[in-house]
């Protein structure tokens, strides 16, 4: 049997939701508390190391550095590839409220995954209280 285009539309809605709120879930995750990692302090360790390398005459501090560098870099290009923490959380509020219900997932279970209180109140999940 053949889906109508209403299920096929309701399905696509579906998968764009999830890639929505799995999209800020992962960048809430990769966010380190303290002080943030910058594009900037990535790039001036990963001269600082560079130089490190060029001037190192242990070769146990070289390919310890050397890996160091590689993991920088690394670290760069997955920055370069993500998206802006504000326009992720813009897309978790447009869609979480109807993916919560949809999936009964509850305002506490979005806290204990990180999500902040306020983004929650945007998005419309009210915090429910045990009786």
Do not use: C
Request: aromatic letters at 4%; zero cysteines; hydrophobic letters at 35%.
């Amino acid at each position: 049997m053949a889906m109508s285009k209403e299920h096929k539309e309701a399905l696509a809605e579906g998968r764009r939701q999830a890639r929505a709120i799995k999209a800020y879930l992962s960048a809430l995750k990769s966010r380190r508390p303290g002080r943030p990692v910058t594009k900037e302090s990535l790039e001036a360790r990963l001269a600082r190391i560079k130089d490190q390398i060029e001037s190192a005459s242990d070769p146990l501090e070289s390919v310890t550095l050397t890996q160091a560098k590689l993991d920088l870099e690394s670290q760069l290009a997955r920055m370069g590839d993500s998206e802006n923490l504000e326009t992720l959380e813009e897309g978790f509020i447009q869609y979480a409220k109807g993916y919560s219900e949809r999936k009964g997932i509850s305002y506490t279970a979005w806290r204990q995954v990180g999500v902040p209180a306020a983004v929650l109140r945007k998005a419309g999940i009210k915090e429910t209280r045990r009786r």
